[in-house]
């Protein structure tokens, strides 16, 4: 690395890892050496009953080792960011405990981190050329694998975003906001919440676990998806609202049709449709509040309300208005160009409840989101100090 030595700091989540704990420390120091480094390591473990303690109070007497324990608290991801805000370093790097990741190649991690690229992360993988997979992999790994990483695509293109060995700067990740991981996979959310995309990846060998069990089962697996979707909804925020205005509309469809024909049975046409279509608009926009723009239920509701009903009105002159031009000049069968006016009404009352009806509060729903968020890091930095 050339310029000014770096510190860093290595953050190993744990949980019942005691047998492998010894060796790995033993080549993280050996690797620090042989690089010229400058570093310490944070050991983060879940209440392990394994004697991890112990053998970390015994490591602690000959390397620079911090142990940090969680009662009642578990998962990889919230470990490892637990971890991070307790680092001194320059520099943090997180990595597994299983001796799945090669020590040695931190220094390679660290320089690539701290390289010309403005990024300010690297991530190791097998994926890239001259990367390598354990032969032991079975056939359901590797396609649980790929799945994994193809649902991601979406988010980034980095050949490896579930990477659990990785560096990142720490004035970049002391500037992201609202971390929320689940399940295991910390590495895509930092990517993805620090917008990351043309990020310098390392190869390494990816080895089996000798000692110890693997934490990956179905639960982790049901929080993987559940995690992806809250970073598509954070990353793509407009496609997220408009598939719930749309789901919430086709509901409201469903209310306006069944109300209008019971109402039928009771008065006359004019007053049954003008009530079904009163109920539907006051289900949509109950609904729009509660699903769609749930970031306002703040916002008084009668104000939202008259803005609502102002809005659909507009999108039914839309609606009027590209099915009389499609019927008159256009020659179309009615049900197309009818469902053309409905299509275009709903985009029209979409655009206009997000930047009219629930746009209001929108800048102070998002600072209120920022500053809890902010206040979480703070009481957890204080935590693991």
């Known amino acids: 690395m050339s310029g000014k030595q770096r510190t860093f700091t290595v953050v190993i989540p744990t949980l019942n890892e005691a047998k492998n704990l010894a060796e790995l420390t033993g080549r993280l120091f050996r690797a620090f050496d042989s690089g010229g480094?400058?570093?310490?390591?944070?050991?983060?473990?879940?209440?392990?009953?394994?004697?991890?303690?112990?053998?970390?109070?015994?490591?602690?007497?000959?390397?620079?080792?911090?142990?940090?324990?969680?009662?009642?608290?578990?998962?990889?991801?919230?470990?490892?960011?637990?971890?991070?805000?307790?680092?001194?370093?320059?520099?943090?790097?997180?990595?597994?405990?299983?001796?799945?990741?090669?020590?040695?190649?931190?220094?390679?991690?660290?320089?690539?981190?701290?390289?010309?690229?403005?990024?300010?992360?690297?991530?190791?993988?097998?994926?890239?050329?001259?990367?390598t997979l354990d032969p032991s992999w079975g056939r359901w790994?590797?396609?649980?694998?790929?799945?994994?990483?193809?649902?991601?695509?979406?988010?980034?293109?980095v050949a490896d975003p579930m990477s659990g060995f990785f560096a990142i700067r720490i004035d970049v990740f002391r500037r992201l906001v609202n971390l929320r991981p689940q399940g295991y996979k910390i590495c895509l959310?930092?990517?993805?919440?620090?917008?990351?995309?043309?990020?310098?990846?390392i190869p390494i060998h990816f080895s089996d676990r000798i000692h110890g069990e693997s934490k990956l089962s179905v639960w982790e697996q049901?929080?993987?998806?559940?995690?992806?979707?809250?970073?598509?909804?954070?990353?793509?925020?407009?496609?997220?609202?408009?598939?719930?205005?749309?789901?919430?509309?086709?509901?409201?469809l469903a209310i306006d049709l069944t109300s209008f024909a019971i109402a039928l049975r009771f008065s006359t046409f004019a007053l049954a449709r003008a009530a079904a279509i009163w109920l539907a608009m006051t289900w949509n926009y109950v609904w729009n509040r509660r699903l769609t723009f749930s970031q306002l239920r703040g916002q008084r509701f009668w104000s939202g309300y008259t803005g609502f009903c102002g809005a659909c009105f507009v999108g039914a002159a839309c609606n009027w208005a590209v099915t009389m031009c499609l019927g008159t000049f256009m020659g179309m069968a009615p049900v197309k160009f009818a469902f053309c006016g409905a299509v275009v009404a709903m985009l029209a009352n979409f655009v206009l409840c997000r930047v009219w009806v629930f746009a209001s509060s929108v800048d102070v729903a998002t600072g209120v989101l920022e500053n809890s968020a902010d206040q979480d890091d703070r009481n957890d930095q204080r935590l693991a100090a």
Not at 191 to 200: I, T
């Open 37 to 131: 480094l400058s570093g310490e390591v944070i050991i983060v473990d879940d209440d392990s009953q394994d004697g991890t303690v112990e053998l970390c109070e015994e490591l602690a007497d000959r390397f620079n080792i911090r142990l940090i324990t969680r009662n009642g608290e578990r998962g990889l991801a919230t470990a490892a960011l637990f971890g991070m805000r307790a680092a001194n370093g320059e520099t943090i790097v997180v990595m597994d405990a299983d001796l799945s990741h090669p020590p040695e190649s931190l220094p390679k991690l660290v320089q690539a981190c701290n390289g010309d690229t403005d990024c300010g992360m690297a991530v190791a993988s097998c994926y890239v050329v001259g990367g």
């Open 141 to 157: 790994r590797h396609v649980n694998s790929w799945v994994a990483t193809l649902l991601a695509r979406g988010l980034t293109r």
């Open 189 to 201: 959310e930092l990517l993805v919440k620090a917008r990351q995309q043309a990020v310098p990846e």
């Open 222 to 252: 049901i929080a993987f998806a559940r995690h992806l979707g809250a970073l598509y909804a954070w990353k793509y925020p407009v496609v997220r609202e408009l598939m719930l205005f749309s789901m919430v509309g086709l509901s409201g």
